[in-house]
Every structure is written in structure tokens, then in C-alpha cells.
């Protein structure tokens, strides 16, 4: 059997999740590359002892988590610290895909990867094709204000942490515009896509 193995990608807010979730629902099996990594960092996780040696205890939550809004505050302070939390988590998190990808029964596999623009060099050999959703920044911000609660200006700073709208399209073998509010035009580009990876 065929299989496509698409690597999914797009900024805060643009409708990549949903668009993953039509897919899943056209029968594509969807690897989500955040789930994961909440997995490897949850208590327990496989990242935990690396991640309190480098950091200290002062990242973990009582349970034993990595807290998350504390090591985002350290993250966009020191981008080192970035840098080092990725080192540890990443390649963790690209096993279990691995994983996944193997087990698998779908002819589609999809990837969802927030960040795939920023490791783009990591994921090209491992993916036939990239899809990339793509909106207008002020709809990113919007949507982003509405789903979360955040102020505007905590939504520019993930943002200004994330690739530009330019290098993500620059990586796109697809983009599927999802502006607008209404869910059934991305419903349409999704029934598409299903139908050009044979699902």
C-alpha cells in the first residue's frame, strides 16, 4: 500500500488543529507532534530528569510536570533556554513519531507539527509532501484573543517566537487559506486533500 506521510503545519491560530481533526475524519491517521511532547514532559515523562537537571525544580509543577507557562515566561526571556529545552524534547518527540508512522494503518499519515517551518531541516526527508494553513496575522490575533483569553500582546510575542507567515509558506507543497470565521470552506479544501492523498 501507497502511503503518504504529509507533514501539517501552521501558525497560532490559523485553523492547522481543525484542519487535522477533518482529516483524521476523512480516515488519515493524525500524529499530533505537541500531544506527544505534553506526553514526554507530563510526570514521569521520558524528559523530566533532563529538564529538572537543566533547569531545577523551579520549572516542574508539584506533580512533577514540566510547567508549562513558567518555562514559556523563561523561554521568550532567555532564548537559550529555548534552545536547550528543545534539545532535550525534540529528538524524544521525533522517536515516538517514528513510532507512530510505523503503526500506522491509514494510506494518508498526517504530522502535525507546530513548528515545522523552524526544523524544517530535520523533517524533509522524512515527508512526501507539506501543507501549510495559512491566514492574515489580524485573524491569527483574533482568533487567538477569543479561544484563550490572551491580551493581544501575549499573542505577538508566540507569534514573533514562531516562523513568518513567509517562511512557512516557503516550505508549502499546500496552502490552504482559512480565513474567515465559517468552518465549511476549510471543509471543502480538506475533502480535496483527502481525495489527492487517497484517502
Do not use: Y
Request: aromatic content about 4%.
Amino acid at each position: 500500500m501507497t502511503r503518504w506521510r504529509i507533514g501539517l503545519t501552521g501558525g497560532i491560530g490559523s485553523g492547522k488543529s481543525t484542519l487535522a481533526r477533518l482529516l483524521q475524519g476523512a480516515g488519515a491517521d493524525v500524529i499530533d507532534a505537541d500531544a506527544l511532547a505534553r506526553a514526554c514532559t507530563a510526570p514521569g515523562g521520558a524528559a523530566m530528569p533532563a529538564i529538572e537537571a537543566r533547569f531545577g525544580a523551579d520549572v516542574l509543577t508539584p506533580e512533577g510536570a514540566l510547567d508549562r507557562d513558567r518555562m514559556r515566561a523563561l523561554a521568550f526571556a532567555q532564548p537559550d533556554a529555548r534552545r536547550a529545552l528543545e534539545a532535550i524534547v525534540h529528538p524524544l518527540v521525533g522517536r515516538a513519531i517514528d513510532d507512530a508512522v510505523r503503526a500506522a494503518r491509514s494510506r494518508c499519515v498526517v504530522l502535525d507539527i507546530p513548528l515545522l517551518a523552524e526544523s524544517a531541516g530535520r523533517w524533509s526527508a522524512r515527508l512526501d509532501r507539506v501543507v501549510v494553513v495559512d491566514c492574515e496575522e489580524a485573524t491569527q490575533r483574533r482568533r487567538v484573543m477569543a479561544r484563550n483569553g490572551w491580551s493581544a500582546p501575549a499573542v505577538d510575542a508566540v507569534m514573533a517566537q514562531q516562523a513568518s507567515r513567509a517562511q512557512r509558506r516557503a516550505i508549502a507543497d499546500v496552502v490552504v487559506v482559512n480565513e474567515g470565521e465559517s468552518i465549511d470552506p476549510l471543509r471543502a479544501q480538506a475533502q480535496r486533500l483527502a481525495q489527492r492523498f487517497g484517502l
